[in-house]
């Protein structure tokens, strides 16, 4: 991930940071108009909504396969080391409460370092270790983290050890139990932010993971999980999440922006559908995509149902 983001950072008020997104600003113009009864003094919130993704087992700046530190001739980093340098400044500048920090899955496997805790010395363990990615994001203090598919690679048992050695939800609105077809993860995660003499603004957030599992780690979930498309699953929560009071509805996507899929139609769900939620489900203000390890800065996608513009950004891969 690149630090070099501050160009794209000044360019938007509403930008997140050189970490990542997709800021959502001023998301509750229209609830606090409605709040205050004069639409001409409506006030303006802005939330800072930050997000990386594809981390992959990077903790440090460092190349776990070439035992030495990570460097490529743009002078990149990776790593949530240096991920939480950025996320403090941006803390700082913003102040904590009106930031939101988010995670968009492929978290525990890609290093030598994620094998070792799955494999070597394993969190699954009696009296195991806590997991160093658990560890790192933990310290940051990550508000919610959507579930990519590389989460299933080491089994079940892995993925829910970790879930438990994590103080942050992981989501999975369209990962459901194979037999209740009832969500097996938490589906979404609510914050409240507090408004200086206006109502709190409420921001959900959905996460979303990618229907590949189903193919990728089917020894591990068949019979188990199943896991329906983004873009059905989101129709369902969305409006749910509108109805519980949500002013601000940010989704976490475990899925890229193409709408193509690289298992063809051996599943009936896209697998790239990040811009396809945006477009056909209405009521989603900006998405954190990744899987794709692709950076797109913003791209801004027309919901063709409200014609309201859906914010969407990736941050390439390795936090
Ligand atoms: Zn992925």
Redesign the pocket.
């Known amino acids: 991930m690149p630090l070099n983001r501050r160009k794209f950072l000044k360019k938007s008020a509403v930008t997140g940071a050189g970490v990542a997104l997709a800021g959502a600003a001023a998301p509750s113009a229209q609830a606090a108009e409605s709040a205050m009864k004069k639409p001409a003094k409506a006030k303006r919130y802005s939330l800072t909504v930050l997000g990386t993704t ?1 981390l992959h087992g990077h903790v440090f700046n460092w190349d776990y396969f070439k035992d030495a530190e990570y460097t490529d001739t743009a002078g990149n980093a990776q790593g949530l080391a240096r991920i939480s340098t950025l996320v403090n400044r941006i803390r700082k500048e913003r102040g904590r409460e009106n930031t939101l920090l988010l995670d968009a ?2 978290t525990i496997q890609g290093t030598p370092l994620t094998y070792y805790y799955a494999k070597v010395d394993p969190i699954t363990a009696k009296g195991g270790p806590v997991h160093p990615m658990a560890q790192a994001m933990n310290a940051i203090g990550y508000d919610a983290v959507a579930l ?3 989460e299933f690679n080491y089994g079940i048992e892995t993925l829910r050890k970790f879930e438990d050695q994590c103080r942050f939800p992981l989501l999975g609105a369209n990962a459901l139990d194979a037999k209740t077809l009832k969500p097996a993860f938490p589906p979404y995660f609510i914050k409240k932010f507090h408004v200086k003499g206006a109502p709190p603004v409420k921001v959900a957030v959905l996460g979303l993971t ?1 229907p ?1 599992i189903a193919i990728w780690d089917k020894a591990y979930v068949q019979g188990k999980l199943t896991f329906p498309g983004l873009e059905e699953q989101a129709a369902k929560w969305v409006p749910k999440l509108r109805s519980m009071g949500a002013d601000v509805v940010v989704v976490s996507a ?2 890229g922006s193409s709408g193509t899929s690289s298992y063809g139609d051996q599943l009936p769900y896209v697998e790239n559908s990040a811009a396809l939620v945006a477009q056909q489900v209405p009521g989603i203000d900006a998405i954190l995509v ?4 692709v950076e797109i800065p913003e791209l801004k996608v027309t919901n063709t149902k409200t014609g309201r513009t859906v914010v969407l950004s990736e941050p390439l891969a390795f936090a």
């Open positions: 594809d899955g492929d990519g598919n590389h990618n590949g475990h899925s990744g899987h794709a390890h």
